[in-house]
């Protein structure tokens, strides 16, 4: 990348890992659903869970060993997760652009929903971002280059990358779609770059391959689970729309800027050099756009035909989509490089967090940031104090929220016993659940059946404030029987 991009590239880093860190810091009062989870799975180093390949979690617990067991180290991975993905689609866009085009896609991509409003509810989704557009940049350099060294390096990112969420796979039939028809990228791979590249990949997901061997195959499962939920809620057409339409307004300043300019401007001319080689480069990027920067969003759409979708699925397939559209309005999206943009670009985010910031006061009955969590967390480990004076708590058992949010706000390590469910919760085992007890958050007639010594307890009621209505919390005590190591 050139200085300017350099410059470009790391502001923007500066701007999202403050901005978009502290807007959601100071606008909930209780952390998000999927960052939730992610905390309660990143209690335990594990290679799998019963939803996901564990990336995420992995992420959490690196980020909390620095900067403590707190809300705001959920939305400080959401940050870094964004900035990691920014700096790949500024070295991508260089290849394909030239320098203020570059700058200009990179701040459409900022634009995205997926940066802004969607970005602070750390997942799989979030994780899959970075490793996509990483994926891609090691990719469009090992074609380049032919080395077997960032093959093997390709391997692991793509290893990386699927251990975020298997949707990575769809990057794979699409490379293969560019070497079949391309001659010109053929021709820049050999079958010692495919064994290097397989062996990288091998060497990092091979032991989440082995997890689900040993855990019968669970996150496929819960897939299929997922599946049913959505051909219940609407046809497989109906999804497919809903999908694309999310994927289209997720981008709307990209298309307000290209049919502006589209209108506004004539097209350059791509490709006019006489020179062979230039002629080439250009045929090889248009390819490498096409098939790596559109294909699997496309061949996703196309799975949609047959099985529902989910539209925030396609929030770590398009890092590229900016500079598909750069690239081919011909010199038009360079206009945008000036300090009025730059400025309106300022401006727009901060509206956007004005209005981050102000849906929680809208939203006081309904919003889960507006949640007592924190309130709820102190009351739960004030009654347990109560009740087993010299036994510190240390297993928690309900819905991941719920649990999660109590542990989050708790010192020391609290399990999150998912469901009161071994097999949903691995690293809680019968015997720690004798001799620890545990708290049992919402607990079900089910649970509450499976637990027979357990108490039900008094409701735990948290009075209405300016952020939430009053709130009852119905719970249950084990009382614990041994030493708690």
């Not at 298997?166 to 794979?172: K, L, N």
């Not at 079949?180 to 391959?209: C, D, M, Y």
Request: net charge positive.
């Amino acid at each position: 990348m050139s200085p300017l991009i350099k410059r470009f590239t790391w502001g923007l880093i500066l701007f999202q890992m403050f901005f978009w860190t502290l807007v959601p810091w100071v606008s909930h009062h209780a952390p998000p659903l999927d960052a939730t989870e992610m905390y309660g799975w990143s209690l335990s180093f594990e290679w799998g869970f019963y939803k996901h390949p564990p990336m995420p979690p992995w992420i959490v617990a690196i980020v909390q060993s620095i900067v403590g067991k707190n809300m705001f180290s959920l939305f400080l991975c959401a940050s870094l997760a964004i900035s990691a993905t920014y700096y790949a689609v500024a070295w991508l866009a260089s290849q394909f652009l030239d320098e203020k085009e570059s700058v200009v896609a990179l701040f459409l991509y900022a634009l995205t929903i997926y940066c802004h409003l969607w970005s602070t509810d750390f997942n799989h989704n979030q994780i899959q971002m970075t490793f996509w557009a990483w994926s891609l940049f090691v990719l469009y350099k090992t074609l380049q280059s032919k080395s077997l060294s960032l093959a093997f390096v390709l391997g692991a990112v793509m290893g990386l990358n699927a251990l975020s969420k298997y949707t990575a796979a769809f990057i794979v039939p699409c490379a293969l779609l560019l070497l079949v028809f391309s001659k010109q990228w053929r021709e820049q791979v050999n079958l010692k770059i495919f064994i290097v590249a397989t062996l990288g990949f091998l060497l990092v997901f091979g032991p989440h391959l082995w997890w689900l061997t040993q855990h019968d195959f669970m996150p496929f499962r819960y897939v299929t689970e997922r599946f049913d939920e959505l051909d219940q809620s609407k046809s497989n057409f109906l999804s497919l729309l809903d999908y694309v339409g999310n994927a289209f307004i997720a981008h709307l300043f990209l298309w307000i800027a290209a049919v502006f300019y589209v209108a506004k401007l004539k097209p350059k001319n791509l490709g006019s050099s006489s020179s062979t080689a230039i002629e080439l480069q250009t045929l090889k990027n248009r390819q490498f756009l096409i098939y790596l920067g559109l294909g699997p969003f496309l061949l996703s759409c196309v799975v949609g035909i047959w099985v529902p979708l989910y539209y925030r699925w396609a929030t770590p397939m398009l890092p590229m989509l900016t500079i598909v559209l750069a690239y081919f309005l011909r010199g038009r999206l360079a206009h945008l490089f000036q300090r009025k943009y730059l400025i309106a670009f300022i401006l727009i985010q901060f509206i956007f967090g004005i209005v981050y910031i102000g849906k929680a006061s809208l939203n006081k009955n309904s919003n889960r940031g507006n949640y007592p969590a924190p309130e709820i967390a102190q009351m739960v480990h004030k009654n347990w104090q109560t009740l087993y004076p010299n036994s510190p708590l240390r297993i928690v058992a309900g819905g991941e929220w719920e649990a999660g949010f109590i542990s989050l706000f708790n010192a020391g390590k609290i399990y999150v016993f998912t469901q009161a469910d071994y097999q949903l919760a691995p690293w809680v085992h019968p015997e720690m659940v004798k001799n620890c007890g545990m708290v049992m958050i919402s607990p079900s007639q089910k649970e509450l059946n499976q637990f027979p010594d357990a108490k039900v307890q008094a409701p735990i009621v948290i009075p209405p404030n300016s952020l939430y209505q009053e709130v009852i919390i119905n719970w249950a005590s084990l009382a614990p029987q041994g030493k708690c190591d």
